[in-house]
C-alpha cells in the first residue's frame, strides 16, 4: 500500500513567510501533497514540484467560473470543502446530513475532497459520508486519538484516500499502524523540520522490503583472471552495516558491503560499492533485478543491511574497469537439500562480504567460512521474478 504525507500550510499557521518556510520544509523533506488556501496556490507552484491541495473557501459554488480565470492563475490540484464550513463546526451540521451544503458540493463533483474535524459521533458519520463522494477525506482531531480513526478505517474501507491529522511523527506512525491497515495518508501540522523529515522516512519505511537473509557456506574460492568490474557510486553515503546484494544467480544473491571501512591501501569510499563482473544481478529498489552492465546514472539500487532492512538509492556514477577477479561459490540449505550459488568480485582487499566474524575482504574468505545471502525460489525474466525451471550455470 502506497502512503502519502500532507502538510497543512493554511493562514491558520501563521502569514505568508511563515507558511513560506514550512512549505520549503516540506519540499527539502519530500511530502507529497501540501494543503493551503486557494489564493496561495500559485505562489506554491513558484516554490518547487509538489501536489497541491487548497481550501475552497466562502466561494465553492463559483468553482467551475474560476477554473477560467483571465488571470492565468494556478489552480490546485485538488479542492477541499469544509473549511469554514460544516467540516470544521464553523457552520452546524443539518440534523439531516442530506442537506449538507458540504456534501452536495462534493456529490456535484464541485470539490475532490473533504475537511472534517471529529467533534463527535456525528461528525465521523459525517465523514462517512464524505468519503462516499470524497477522493480524499482529512480527518483531525483535538482531543481524540485512536478510536475514531479505527471506527473510520473499518467502515469506510477503500472508498477514499483517508487522511489523520497528526502533529508530530509518533502520531503518524500510530496512524499509519492503527488496525494494521493503517491511514492512507496523514496531515502533518508542524513547524519542526525534523518532525516533518522523520515523517516522510515513516512514509518510505512501510514501502520498503525486509529480507529475510540467510547463511551459506563457502565450498570454493578461486582466481579467474580479469573480467569487467563494476563499482556502483551512489548518491548516498553507506550506513557500516549496509551494502549491495549481487550474484551470478537470481535466486541467490551475496551481500557484499560498501566501501565505508578504513583501509590502509585506500581510504574509504562510503557511497560506493564494488559489485563484481557485468554479467551479474544486482537488486533493485522494487525488488526487481538489473545486470551491473545495465546499470546508469538516475537509476535506483536497493540498499540492503545485514539484518534484511532495506532502503533506495540513486545510482550516480557506474565505473567499469578491468581488474583480476575470485569465483566464489557457496552453498544454501534448501529444505531437506542443498543449493549452489556463486559470483565473481574483484580480488582486493576493499571488496568485503559478510561473515558470521563480521566483515571479511574477499582476499581472507576461506572454504567452510558462511557468507551472509539472499536466496528465493524461482527465476528471473527481464528482471521479473516467474514462477519457472530456469537453469543457471
Not at 26 to 36: N, S
Not at 149 to 159: D, F, P, T, V
Request: with cysteine.
Amino acid at each position: 500500500m502506497t502512503r502519502a504525507v500532507w502538510l497543512k500550510a493554511d493562514d491558520e499557521v501563521g502569514d505568508w513567510d511563515a507558511r513560506r518556510r514550512r512549505i520549503t520544509a516540506g519540499l527539502e523533506a519530500g511530502v507529497d501533497w501540501v494543503l493551503v488556501d486557494r489564493a496561495d496556490v500559485e505562489k506554491v507552484r513558484e516554490l518547487g514540484q509538489v501536489n497541491v491541495a487548497a481550501f475552497a473557501g466562502d466561494d465553492v459554488h463559483v468553482m467551475e467560473a474560476e477554473s477560467e480565470r483571465a488571470d492565468g492563475g494556478a489552480e490546485p490540484d485538488a479542492v477541499v470543502v469544509g473549511k469554514g464550513a460544516e467540516g470544521d463546526g464553523t457552520v452546524d451540521l443539518p440534523g439531516d446530513l442530506s442537506g449538507s451544503a458540504d456534501l452536495t458540493t462534493l456529490r456535484r463533483g464541485q470539490a475532490d475532497g473533504a475537511f472534517v474535524r471529529i467533534q463527535g459521533k456525528k461528525y465521523e458519520a459525517f465523514a462517512e459520508e464524505a468519503a462516499k463522494a470524497a477522493d480524499y477525506t482529512v480527518v483531525v482531531g483535538e482531543d481524540w486519538k485512536i478510536i475514531p480513526l479505527e471506527n473510520l478505517i473499518a467502515r469506510i474501507g477503500s472508498e477514499t484516500s483517508l487522511v489523520a491529522g497528526v502533529t508530530n511523527s509518533e502520531e503518524a506512525k500510530t496512524a499509519f499502524e492503527t488496525l494494521e491497515h493503517g491511514a492512507d495518508a496523514v496531515l502533518l501540522d508542524t513547524d519542526d523540520t525534523d518532525e516533518i523529515r522523520k515523517t516522510v522516512d515513516l512514509r518510505d519505511e512501510g514501502e520498503r522490503e525486509d529480507l529475510d537473509l540467510s547463511w551459506a557456506t563457502v565450498t570454493a574460492i578461486e582466481e579467474v583472471g580479469s573480467a569487467d568490474r563494476v563499482c556502483v557510486d551512489t548518491g548516498s553515503l553507506f550506513e557500516h552495516d549496509e551494502g549491495m546484494l549481487v550474484g551470478s544467480m537470481s535466486r541467490g544473491l551475496f551481500f557484499v558491503h560498501a566501501e565505508t571501512a578504513e583501509s590502509p591501501y585506500v581510504e574509504s569510499r562510503p557511497f560506493r560499492v564494488n559489485a563484481g563482473a557485468v554479467h551479474a544481478y544486482a537488486r533493485a529498489a522494487d525488488g526487481s533485478t538489473k545486470y551491473l552492465a545495465e546499470l546508469k546514472s538516475g537509476d535506483e539500487v536497493q540498499v540492503v543491511s545485514t539484518d534484511g532492512s532495506t532502503r533506495e538509492a540513486i545510482v550516480g556514477r557506474s565505473k567499469i574497469e578491468r581488474r583480476p577477479m575470485f569465483r566464489v561459490e557457496a552453498e544454501v540449505d534448501v529444505g531437506g537439500g542443498t543449493d549452489t550459488v556463486e559470483t565473481l568480485l574483484q580480488n582486493a582487499e576493499t571488496i568485503k562480504v559478510a561473515t558470521r566474524d563480521g566483515r571479511t575482504a574477499i582476499t581472507d574468505l576461506q572454504e567452510g567460512d558462511e557468507v551472509l545471502v539472499y536466496y528465493e525460489t524461482g527465476g528471473r525474466h527481464f528482471g521479473e521474478s516467474v514462477e519457472e525451471s530456469i537453469i543457471e550455470r
